[in-house]
């Protein structure tokens, strides 16, 4: 599996498996037991995706070591100020009943994230995490927290596919080395991308399928892909595309395809507050 080094000089697999809305107890557990058979190990969950207890038993049941799998979270923003985040990462640990994850990230950004980072930096320094990073920050977002923190973060993580490529958000973060994970690879299935033409001639001609054809863009971009599929035989085949070679014209042609906009808007206004509302994970 290809990986990617952060810029704390830890590895990340190029592809993760993603389990965004894939629900507790059994569709979760059953597919990060076919992705983990399948040759993933790299594996994307959060507190708010209240499914980091059956990753934990799927890696677990897996019987593959702990250190060959990276185990990503996030923190919820309910969670967050440097009291509240300390139990946060405590709470999600004791969830996936493991000691340390391997990213930690700060979900959203908003609220008190100057004094949530803070506590993910010492929670790296006492090795409960390995590399910490934040999620949903748009150029502006970044530019407004980033210069508050300590330690940069290692990674972004936000919605990029090839109808939005994040090029200006890529050009600030690439200043620095901090790497772009990116969600809803896929375009979250949107069917307009999965049939594009451009994509399927290229899937014709290579034999894949339109989904590995995105993927495949995406990591000969540099990007870090968390693709996400309760279907067996896309699980598999979302990490085959390391077995061929988009040209330097057919990469342009998919960089074209970006039109600069995604489907979410992290600077809308009543944005943070509309998320705890929708995503209570406790009391
Ligand atoms: P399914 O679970 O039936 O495979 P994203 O990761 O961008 O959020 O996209 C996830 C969506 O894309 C899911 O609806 C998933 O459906 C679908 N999907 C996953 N892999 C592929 C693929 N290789 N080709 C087409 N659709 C896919």
Redesign the pocket.
């Known amino acids: 599996m290809t990986t990617i080094t952060l810029n704390d000089g830890n590895k990340i697999p190029a592809v993760g498996f ?1 389990v ?1 809305m894939i629900p507790a107890d059994g569709p979760t557990y059953d597919a990060v037991r076919t992705a983990l058979d399948a040759g993933y190990r790299h594996i994307d969950t959060a507190a708010a995706y209240f499914n980091e207890a059956d990753v934990g038993r799927a890696v677990r049941d897996s019987g593959i070591p702990r250190e060959e799998i990276f185990i990503t979270s996030k923190l919820w923003l309910q969670d967050y100020g440097y009291e509240a985040a300390k139990k946060g990462l405590d709470t999600s640990l004791e969830k996936l009943g493991m000691d340390y994850v391997d990213l930690y990230l700060l979900h959203q950004p908003y609220g008190d994230v100057a004094g949530a980072w803070k506590a993910l930096e010492e929670a790296k320094a006492a090795g409960k995490v390995r590399s910490i990073g934040v999620s949903n920050m748009t150029p502006k977002i970044w530019k407004e927290f980033v210069p508050q923190f300590k330690t940069l973060p290692a990674v972004n993580q936000v919605e990029c ?1 090839p109808f939005f490529q994040q090029r200006e958000l890529r050009e600030l973060l690439a200043k620095d080395d901090v790497k772009i994970e990116a ?7 949107d069917s307009s991308l ?1 049939s594009h033409p451009v994509i399927a001639k290229l899937a014709e001609k290579y034999g894949k ?4 054809i995105i993927l495949r863009f995406e990591v000969q971009d540099g990007l870090i892909v ?6 067996p035989e ?2 598999a ?2 990490l085959r595309i390391f077995d061929f070679e988009l040209t330097e014209d057919e990469m342009n042609q998919m960089y074209a395809l970006d039109t600069g906009k995604g489907s979410h808007d992290p600077e809308a206004p009543g944005v943070a507050e509309m998320l705890l509302q929708n995503y209570k994970i406790h009391d």
Request: proline share 8%; net charge positive.
């Open positions: 993603g965004f596919n969600y809803q690879p896929l375009g979250h299935g999965l399928n339109a989904g590995q968390l693709p996400k599929s309760t279907n896309r699980i085949g979302n």
